[in-house]
């Protein structure tokens, strides 16, 4: 079993100041360094900081490091992915989309399905946009707001094997319907 000891770590729930943490493909155990035994199977791992977060989950980024989720290749998705997770801590990614065209949009859900496919740390799309209000688009190009629609996020889905977890909307726009779409898929409001 792996081991980091001698730490400040935050476990979402409170703050250890003086600790350890167990861990193979999952954490096997966390606790203060008063009560920590040493066992035969511990491998120390030696780090050079001395806290100890939960990694991140972005939720709302469309991009970074000179790509972005609506135009990158698959593979360019995934590096990118790769890179916010080395430098930025993050352990699971939702790609971000924008008010655009229904073609490029469908373009960016087979990229991002097919980054998704080979790169386990990007774990949903948020599809910010076409639905939203032309009074709160903030930088969203107006031209390509439409009313909420869940046959076209059906479709979206669908293409995206799956992956849509999160949707930015207009709710005085929306219908019962697409809510209910919503609602039945697990895909957040």
């Known amino acids: 079993m792996k081991l980091?000891?001698?730490k400040e770590i935050y476990t979402g729930n409170e703050v250890i100041y003086q600790g350890y943490i167990r861990f193979d493909q999952?954490?096997?155990e966390v606790g203060n360094m008063e009560d920590f035994v040493e066992k035969a199977d511990d491998e120390e791992i030696v780090t050079e900081g001395n806290i100890l977060i939960p990694g991140f989950i972005d939720v709302h980024s469309h991009g970074g490091y000179g790509k972005d989720n609506m135009?990158?290749?698959p593979e360019e998705i995934s590096?990118?992915?790769n890179k916010m997770a080395a430098e930025e801590g993050i352990t699971?990614?939702?790609c971000t989309t924008m008010t655009q065209t229904y073609d490029k949009i469908e373009a960016a859900?087979?990229?991002i399905a097919s980054a998704a496919e080979k790169n386990p740390i990007i774990q949903g799309i948020h599809v910010e946009?076409?639905?939203i209000s032309e009074k709160y688009k903030g930088a969203q190009d107006a031209s390509f707001i439409k009313k909420p629609d869940e046959k076209t996020l059906e479709v979206w889905n669908k293409i995206s094997g799956g992956l849509i977890r999160i949707v930015t909307y207009a709710p005085e726009e929306?219908?019962?319907q697409f809510e209910a779409w919503c609602e039945e898929h697990k895909v957040v409001l």
């Open 174 to 176: 929306a219908d019962a």
């Open 129 to 131: 946009g076409p639905f």
């Open 109 to 111: 859900m087979k990229n």
């Open 79 to 81: 590096s990118m992915v």
């Open 4 to 6: 980091i000891k001698n």
């Open 92 to 94: 699971t990614y939702f």
């Open 26 to 28: 999952k954490i096997a």
């Open 71 to 73: 135009d990158a290749l």
